[in-house]
């Protein structure tokens, strides 16, 4: 673990995760350096080009630890033929330059490498954990490519940690604030059963999540990045609602969203009961350990994330 000032580099710093992780690791007194696609405007930021697969070896060559988030978001747009294919290609090229540009370092320099809970496809009430073989679907498939773009770095000797991150809650970005809104609305209901398994996280312990990976360079492989109380669709909807007094019982079924976002749905309506077993084997404090401090947070608008 480190105590010290420490440089990171961030890819995807402008979005919801590294945005508020950026404020984080600057508020603790981290040199914060943004991995960007444009011409750079000042002194913190450095320019790469993910679609060419190039990040140069000087943009890097002086940062203890890389937070690579960058990617085209799962849930922006219908699953066209061709935006699965920007899904998967915006992560296999952008992983394959980071971890080659470390690899070209010559030192191991800590890579925290975003992934995602979709690798374990859909499967019902089965505990799953970081042991856990990966599924089937397309988001397993492009998992399996996306983690295993980290290689170079791998075999360069670099310590790489693969977030595995679940559905993060957080009142101003993601899932749960299309989710929130229509709560609102008193449109928040089940999603088909509603008895499908969310592994939910919140943005504070998602950035705090990867604060302790950064820190905690020993840790290498997948860690779930998940609360340890996943609950049933339907629960979580139910204490949004309650907490907003309004009801959550008009339920969406499964072919209206398969109507409403296509292909989309099967993921939306997909159950995965993960758990976070390394980060509690490591002794990781969640701010947010149970569905009601989840909400709780939720619904707290200003819900600022601190270091």
């Not at 969406?252 to 409403?260: E, I, K, Q, S, Y």
């Not at 709780?296 to 600022?304: E, I, K, Q, T």
Request: one cysteine or more; proline letters at 7%.
């Amino acid at each position: 673990m480190s105590s010290s000032r420490q440089r990171i580099a961030i890819t995807g710093a402008s979005g919801l995760i590294g945005g508020a992780l950026s404020r984080v690791l600057a508020a603790r007194g981290d040199d914060v350096i943004r991995l960007v696609r444009h011409q750079p405007t000042n002194p913190q930021q450095r320019q790469w080009d993910p679609q060419q697969r190039s990040l140069p070896v000087e943009a890097v060559v002086d940062v203890d630890a890389i937070v690579h988030l960058a990617g085209a978001g799962v849930g922006d747009r219908r699953w066209t033929p061709a935006y699965k294919d920007l899904v998967l290609r915006s992560r296999l090229d952008g992983t394959t330059a980071v971890a080659e540009a470390i690899a070209g370092v010559g030192r191991p320099i800590r890579l925290v490498s975003a992934s995602a809970v979709g690798y374990y496809g859909s499967r019902g009430d089965e505990i799953l954990t970081e042991t856990s073989a990966g599924g089937d679907g397309f988001l397993a498939d492009v998992v399996r490519v996306w983690e295993g773009a980290t290689e170079a770095a791998v075999a360069a000797g670099a310590p790489v940690a693969l977030a595995r991150t679940g559905l993060v809650m957080s009142p101003t970005g993601g899932a749960f604030e299309r989710l929130l809104r229509l709560a609102r609305l008193g449109l928040g209901g089940p999603l088909g059963s509603g008895r499908q398994w969310w592994p939910w996280i919140t943005l504070a312990d998602e950035v705090a999540a990867l604060v302790h990976l950064i820190d905690h360079r020993d840790v290498v492989g997948p860690v779930n990045l998940v609360s340890p109380d996943p609950c049933p669709q339907r629960e979580i909807a139910t204490a949004i609602g309650k907490n907003l007094g309004r009801p959550a019982i008009l339920p969406a079924p499964a072919f209206a969203l398969r109507v409403a976002v296509g292909e989309f749905a099967d993921d939306i309506l997909a159950s995965q009961r993960v758990l976070p077993n390394r980060l509690t084997e490591q002794g990781f404090r969640f701010r947010h350990a149970t569905l009601s401090d989840g909400v709780g947070y939720l619904l707290d608008a200003s819900g600022p994330v601190t270091p």
